[in-house]
């Protein structure tokens, strides 16, 4: 009995492992936050990005310019050649609308709205309200919620432009 006690006495006093055993509790928690972190910079470099498509591709209608978009694939591409990238998936993962009205103030009633694949540029002169949601797939879980949803997660990146067209014609 008595050498039991004494083998179970250095076990007990025994440190070895002791850190790995530490780290492997701590582990996933680190990895966790840094793919989140990385994930929410990505995320941060895609909206700007949306961003900056949106405001081009919108640029070209404003300005009244000939390679401007004349339909809702055509406004698409322009946003998804500056986005880069698969453009067959981004088109996918693309919802636009281009809307054209005479004052701002009906322009304001539906710029919260989401965009529905319309497409107005109107005319020199016209206000145009342009809307662009594009989803993007998240690889950390817990930055969106699921909402009882199966599958992988995503975000909508919003993006929105109101302008009045310059006179062009």
Same mark, same amino acid.
Do not use: H
């Given at each position: 009995?008595?050498?039991?006690?004494?083998?179970?006495?250095?076990?007990?006093?025994?440190?070895?492992?002791?850190?790995?055993?530490?780290?492997?509790?701590?582990?996933?928690?680190?990895?966790?936050?840094?793919?989140?972190?990385?994930?929410?910079?990505?995320?941060?470099?895609?909206?700007?990005?949306?961003?900056?498509?949106?405001?081009?591709?919108?640029?070209?209608? *404003?300005?009244? $310019?000939?390679?401007? +978009? !004349?339909?809702? #694939? &055509?406004?698409?591409?322009?946003?998804?050649?500056?986005? /880069?990238?698969?453009?067959?998936?981004?088109?996918?993962?693309?919802?636009?609308?281009?809307? *054209?009205?005479? $004052?701002?103030?009906? +322009? !304001?009633?539906? #710029? &919260?709205?989401?965009?529905?694949?319309?497409?107005?540029? /109107?005319?020199?002169?016209?206000?145009?309200?342009?809307?662009?949601?594009?989803?993007?797939?998240?690889?950390?879980?817990?930055?969106?919620?699921?909402?009882?949803?199966?599958?992988?997660?995503?975000?909508?990146?919003?993006?929105?432009?109101?302008?009045?067209?310059?006179?062009?014609?």
């Amino acid at each position: 009995m008595p050498s039991r006690l004494r083998t179970f006495a250095m076990f007990r006093r025994d440190l070895s492992g002791a850190t790995a055993v530490e780290f492997a509790f701590v582990a996933p928690v680190l990895i966790f936050a840094l793919f989140s972190l990385i994930e929410i910079g990505m995320l941060g470099m895609m909206t700007s990005g949306v961003d900056s498509a949106v405001f081009e591709a919108s640029r070209r209608i *404003r300005t009244g $310019r000939d390679d401007a +978009a !004349n339909s809702t #694939a &055509a406004f698409k591409d322009q946003i998804c050649a500056r986005l /880069g990238g698969d453009i067959g998936r981004c088109r996918d993962r693309l919802t636009t609308s281009v809307q *054209r009205f005479s $004052r701002f103030a009906d +322009a !304001n009633a539906v #710029a &919260a709205q989401q965009p529905d694949d319309s497409f107005n540029k /109107g005319a020199a002169g016209d206000i145009i309200i342009v809307k662009a949601n594009y989803r993007w797939p998240l690889m950390t879980p817990f930055l969106a919620t699921s909402n009882g949803r199966t599958g992988p997660l995503e975000v909508t990146i919003a993006s929105r432009a109101a302008f009045k067209n310059e006179p062009f014609e």
